[in-house]
């Protein structure tokens, strides 16, 4: 028998989807490629070029559509966990704040 063993309130779904982030918190890094990895209706884990991100920073997301009946998405994000990857890469784990 399949099961829930997550123990989240929402399900997450694999997207691992190309996006672009905004660091909020610091202006002078316009913007980052990075991979949304998968999402959920509250929040989503992305892979970034970056060694670490700060807990609790600010981020904005987009993700591009590749469908003109689906919008892009975008959401204000908060970092509530980072684990360092390979390469000089990290894995975020973010709080969706706001959907725009």
């Known amino acids: 028998m399949l099961g829930y063993d997550d123990k989240r309130n929402f399900y997450r779904m ?4 190309p996006c672009d982030v905004k660091l909020l918190d610091q202006p002078s890094v316009t913007s980052l490629s ?16 970056l060694p670490s991100v700060e807990m609790g920073s600010a981020l904005e ?8 009946q689906i ?3 975008e959401a204000k994000a908060k970092v509530v966990r980072c684990d360092a990857g390979e390469d000089e890469t990290c894995l975020v784990g973010v ?3 706001e959907m725009k």
């Open 14 to 17: 694999m997207v691992n989807s």
């Open 34 to 49: 990075a991979v949304c990895r998968d999402i959920s209706a509250t929040g989503m884990s992305i892979e970034l070029d």
């Open 61 to 68: 997301i987009t993700i591009e559509s590749n469908s003109d």
């Open 71 to 73: 919008p892009t998405l």
């Open 95 to 97: 709080e969706i704040t």
